[in-house]
């Protein structure tokens, strides 16, 4: 995977030389996004069909008897009541995302595209021999503040969320 995903500006570079268009795949930040879209998928598409599995059959016969559309269905029905589980996948591909270390020390290079975890551990990792322990854990809490809000805000949906598609019933 890290050799498919590794050559991305050269995917890039020939795309943009066959069409004419630039795709941003030689941009570290557009490959970083490239690679948590694609590790994102198989666990939020898990969620979510787990979810629509346990939601009950009748409230969309009764919408089909009544004359609603696929769409109609959709957006009245299945859509207000899948709260919890956006709620759950947004948290888990946030905390997925503003967590990881392995993809965005690989993919996301230096500079100003750094995210916070790589810009973390090169304010820990000193050069100097002098450990400065009030330095690392300001970092280390103004890197947590956003999954801290994410989890205050969302945190009475996500339980529910997580149960909802857990118990087949």
């Known amino acids: 995977m890290a050799t498919i995903l590794g ?31 694609v590790y994102g998928l198989g666990f939020t598409t898990l969620f979510f069909r787990n979810f629509y599995e346990a939601f009950p059959t009748e409230l969309v016969r009764a919408a089909q008897v009544d004359g609603a559309s696929f769409f109609q269905i959709f957006r009245r029905i299945m859509l207000p009541n899948s709260l919890p589980i ?32 790589v810009a973390l551990n090169n304010v820990v990792n000193t050069s100097t021999g002098v450990v400065e322990y009030n330095v690392n854990m ?6 947590a503040v956003p999954t801290l809000i994410v989890y205050i805000l969302a945190g009475r949906y996500f339980v529910r969320g997580l149960m909802a598609g857990a118990v087949k019933g």
Do not use: C, K
């Open 7 to 37: 050559s991305l500006g050269r995917f890039g570079m020939t795309l943009q030389n066959a069409t004419g268009w630039n795709f941003g795949f030689g941009n570290p930040t557009v490959n970083l996004v490239f690679v948590h879209v």
């Open 138 to 143: 300001a970092a280390a809490m103004i890197a």
């Open 86 to 117: 956006i709620v759950v996948t947004v948290i888990y591909q946030f905390t997925n995302i503003w967590n990881d270390f392995l993809f965005a020390s690989a993919y996301a290079g230096t500079g100003e595209s750094m995210p916070m975890t």
